[in-house]
């Protein structure tokens, strides 16, 4: 394993039964990075996830943590820690309780567990809940206790499987700031789950995404958005039109189409306004659909109506030929 690397996946492989949910991935986390896992439901982002943390067995490979083989090793022992989509909060035990249960399970003494939650309370800034119940708190004051129980094992990789889909949009979009600002301050390696393209362009230092059962792109967020390499990253990222020009099939940001006098010839067929750009949906003469972001100034420059007839240009430089 190289220098700067906190986890490495090799081969990594899950079956159930007659299903593969992971096929032979393989992938270099660096440390201290917040990496998005994103694809769509059923792609093996949280089979994978949790043959990290070790609440799944692997099936083939192996999952390595600074050097060490920690496959086989029991969840509690192998330097990460997992947050779960539901929190799996303890009910009948307090926020304090629940945040130190991991050590009172290593046999820690009470006033060193509560002092070491008491300061994690305060990281998530719940000190003031620290005597209530679980029931007694919102989902997102549920979640901050669920991150300082999982944080309090000083893992090397938090692993979080889709962390803000029980919250509503207010609260989530707040609360990945709070994670991110989290991941900054302990300089952890963060591994998020989400289905999330919005989540993950905004809090991914690095995006890898999953398509059946394996990786499809890795890379920044700005080049995994930016560049997609095949049709169904482009697609799923969202932002681009998939064109077939000259035999392959190209990318296009929709940003980046513009209406001029020359260009494809096609026709509008929805114009919808969406504050500082209208959307044009328009149809090609081949019958291929093409989404034009126009800033409004531009359009309302010259109106169009469904349709009209346009032409659509862009430079070509901004094609983007996509692998099939
Ligand atoms: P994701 O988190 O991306 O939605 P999962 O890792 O949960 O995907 O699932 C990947 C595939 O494995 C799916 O086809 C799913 O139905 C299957 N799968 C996941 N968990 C189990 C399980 N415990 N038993 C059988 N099949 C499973
Ligand atoms: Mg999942």
């Known amino acids: 394993m190289g220098a700067g690397y906190d986890l490495e996946l090799i081969n990594l492989t899950k079956k159930y039964g ?41 099936t083939d490979g192996s999952v390595v943590l600074d050097g060490f083989d920690v496959s086989t090793l029991a969840p509690a022992k192998r330097g990460t820690a997992m947050m779960f989509q539901s929190y799996a909060l303890f009910p009948h035990l307090s926020v304090r309780d629940n945040v130190a249960f991991s050590l009172r399970m290593k046999g820690v003494d009470k006033p060193t567990r509560h002092a070491k939650a008491n300061a994690l309370l305060e990281l998530v800034d719940m000190t003031s809940f620290a005597e209530r119940f679980p029931e007694q708190l919102s989902g997102g004051q549920q979640q901050r206790v669920a991150l300082a129980r999982a944080l309090i094992t000083e893992p090397k990789v938090l692993l979080l499987d889709e962390p803000l889909s029980a919250l509503d949009p207010f609260l989530r ?53 930016s560049a ?63 989404l034009a972001l126009v800033p409004e100034t531009d359009f309302y420059a010259s109106p169009k109506n469904p349709g009209d007839a346009v032409n659509l240009a862009w430079d070509e430089g901004r094609l983007h030929r996509l692998l099939t």
């Open 18 to 58: 007659d299903t593969l949910a992971v096929d032979r991935i393989n992938y270099k986390f660096k440390a201290g990075s917040y990496v998005c896992l994103l694809g769509p439901s059923g792609c093996g982002k949280s089979s994978t996830l949790r043959m990290i943390a070790g609440h799944e067995t692997l």
């Open 173 to 225: 979009i707040r609360m990945r700031s709070e994670l991110k600002r989290l991941q900054r301050e302990l300089g952890i390696t963060f591994i998020h789950v989400t289905h999330g393209q919005d989540e993950a362009l905004a809090l991914g230092d690095e995006l890898v995404v999953m398509n059946n059962a394996v990786i499809e792109q890795a890379g920044t967020a700005r080049d995994v958005w």
């Open 228 to 290: 997609p390499k095949t049709e169904f990253v482009a697609r799923f990222m969202g932002g681009h039109n998939v064109i077939s020009l000259d035999g392959g099939k190209v990318a296009l940001r929709s940003d980046e189409v513009r209406l001029d006098k020359n260009g494809l010839a096609a026709t509008v067929t929805s114009v919808e306004y969406q504050g500082g750009h209208v959307a044009l949906t328009t149809q090609t003469d081949s019958g291929e659909e093409v």
